[in-house]
């Protein structure tokens, strides 16, 4: 309860005695290109070979003669919107900058870098924190548009070249009983783990410690603590977005 505490302090702080709107403008600009243009490539290549994964998965299980090809392009759709491209290329995204933001911020604070900028009357989370968590926001939920973009070509590069499916069967499946709010959905999980991630391993890494074995330490927590995060508002939106009548 008291890292959760520190937590809702360290949250509130960020929008203390802020600094000019330029300034944060810019400084959003370079962490969209640090966080969010440095993962493209990350994020693509995981969701190329999980969409192939998933579509030789699903043939392979729901071959049979009562059950139409369709069934792989329709089971690939939803698990990518739903699940595959914002959730689990969220814990790809808290293991790559989640760790970042906390080695970044942990070796800014032993060298004591934060303490000078706080002796010269600047509000050091705002000043360093708020434009990383605003570039998360910003550049994820277009990361997580490009892996479901791309997962579902994997997926379908698999099912015509390595098991043999007719594309048009494939296509078929993608666009049978399409509902608009699960890209919806999608994204709005996507903007809360982007938030999430970015500020709990800001967290971990303002608020360390001690040498340069606990900025190791810090990135460690930070990943953990924001997978766990993550797999929590999982479970918390779907019951709210999807089910809202079994919401606790």
């Known amino acids: 309860m008291k890292s959760i505490g520190r937590y809702c302090l360290f949250l509130y702080s960020l929008f203390v005695n802020r600094e000019r709107l330029k300034t944060y403008t810019r400084q959003t600009i370079e962490e ?10 990350l994020i693509a290549t995981m ?13 392979y299980n729901l071959k049979s003669p009562f059950l139409s090809g369709s069934l792989i392009g329709y089971g690939v759709r ?3 919107i739903l699940e595959t491209s914002p959730t689990v290329m969220a814990m790809v995204f808290a293991g790559r900058v989640g760790s970042s933001i906390a080695g970044q911020l942990g070796s800014m604070r032993i060298s004591e870098q934060i303490d000078a900028l706080e002796i010269l009357g600047i509000n ?7 434009p ?6 910003l550049t994820y939920p277009l990361l997580v548009i490009l892996s479901a973009f791309v997962a579902i070509y994997g997926g379908f590069i698999a ?3 390595v098991v043999s499916m007719p594309p048009e069967s494939y296509i078929y499946g993608l666009v049978y009983a399409f509902d608009p709010y699960s890209v ?31 900025v190791g330490k810090a990135s460690t927590r930070a990943v953990t603590d924001s997978c ?12 709210l977005l999807l089910h809202p009548s079994l919401a606790i």
């Open 32 to 41: 969209c290109v640090a966080i969010g243009v440095n993962s493209t490539f």
């Open 47 to 59: 969701s190329v070979f999980t969409g192939a994964v998933s579509s030789i998965q699903l043939y």
């Open 78 to 80: 939803e698990m990518t």
């Open 124 to 130: 050091t989370t705002s000043y360093l924190v708020l």
């Open 132 to 137: 990383k968590i605003l570039a998360s926001v």
């Open 159 to 161: 099912a015509k070249y």
């Open 184 to 214: 919806y959905f999608a994204l709005c999980k996507s903007v809360v783990y982007a938030f999430l991630i970015s500020s709990i391993s800001a967290y971990r890494g303002f608020y360390i410690s001690g040498g340069a074995v606990e």
């Open 228 to 239: 766990i995060a993550v797999l929590l508002a999982d479970y918390i939106l779907s019951q």
